[in-house]
């Protein structure tokens, strides 16, 4: 391709963070970024004009991103691809490429990479750690106690009298006794591990493998290795490896936010909870598991069906035992409970001897809206007790988020005096606004969940009220 047609290209993508590829139509290496230059520690000089298997003698035809989207035409999206560089250092890179047209003619490709090396390494390095651990628990003296990777809570560990977490209670316990799927829902920081947990460890698999995964930000190449293992030779680098599910074998694997899980994935655990039998990547033959799958989505069900998130075939296989954990907020009579629970366990920890909270701080505590849930009031507790010395957790003591709330002072209205309804509304709403951005030291996403309002109106809002905004 002529370099006229780069020129205008060139300021503007040696910018950009991740790294750019370009190539011709003979496949000939005319231009790499600043971030290519990192990623994957080409010399340029040596590189530029040069065709792209001779810069990469890994990759091939079939496996370069580049040169098939060169041959089929088609741009092709979020793949990974592994090669070993010049120096012969292992690089992982999640690919979209496209092909560059001129008069309806190929006359090149262009790649944007991402560099996933340290996440494979620290993925990988987990799967090993994971092995290892249960391998160890299984070789021990019968004597011993046998190590339950990862699993270290049981339903005592779980606080609440209310009637919903009673009531969760009880449908965990039931849950332990079957091998059903059980999908569990709720926000972050409601205590959806700690459910896993314990239905396994009250279980009939307890003495078993509990393995965990979070499904959140990973390329489906990789995650699919992770899950099922792989081959030597299956891709660069790539050695015989056990996946999670030979891990978990007899067992129970937890996927943490399966919803975040690629849709061309999906599929793939649908076989294998429809068959029973796993494919490590690369191999043609198979291997039979017996894995108990619980998963947990930090979004309430409808949305995952409404938004696509999760395949409708899939989601019903998963979804058998369904256990949604409440915002605190929404069971605010635990709180009492959960105040002296933290204080107990972290005057423990940090040898101190608070004995309770002040009556201020318990108002602002039973009327605050607790957007981190229980593990925002278990950090706050945390802070006090780590930071200070006392017998009460006083107001002056709490945490940023808590020092401009007031409770039960959200807005006044006087209706002695009537006004144009608009005019009445938008004071309202000012002061609404006003207030949760204050008790949330001006979080957008945090105000905006308080007042159960997407975070774009809440900006709209903001700007049409012309509200002060901190930052």
Known sequence: MEKKYFDSLIQAIDLIGDGIHIIDAGGKIVYYNSAAKLLDEIDVDKAIG????????????DTSTLLSVMKTGKPIYNVEQNFVNYKGDKISTVNS????LYNNKIVGALEISRNITKMRELSEKIVNLQRELYETSNNSDENEIKKKPNAS?????????SKEMLKLKTLGTKAAMSDSPVMVSGSTGTGKELFVQSIHNSSNRKHKPFIAQNCAALPANLLESILF???????TGAENKPGLFELANGGTLFLDEINSMPLELQAKLLRVLQDGRIRRVGSSSTVDVDVRIISAINTDLNTVLEQKQLRQDLFYRLNVIALVIPDLSKRKEDIPVLIDHFIRKYNEKCNKFFRGVSKEVLDIFMDYSWPGNVRELQHAIESVISLYDGDIIRE???????KNFHPNKYFTLDTSVLQPLNVA????????????????DYNISKAAKIINIPRQTLQYKIKKLDIPFEQ
């Open 396 to 402: 002056e003591h709490l945490p940023f988020q808590f």
């Open 425 to 440: 509304v938008e004071k309202v709403e000012r002061e609404i606004i006003t207030s949760a951005l204050e008790q949330t």
């Open 229 to 235: 293992g792989s081959v030597k030779g299956s891709f």
């Open 97 to 100: 490429s496209l092909p560059i």
């Open 50 to 61: 040069r065709h792209i298997l001779e810069v990469y003698p890994s990759l091939t035809f």
């Open 153 to 161: 809570f049981t339903f005592l560990d779980i606080i609440g009298q």
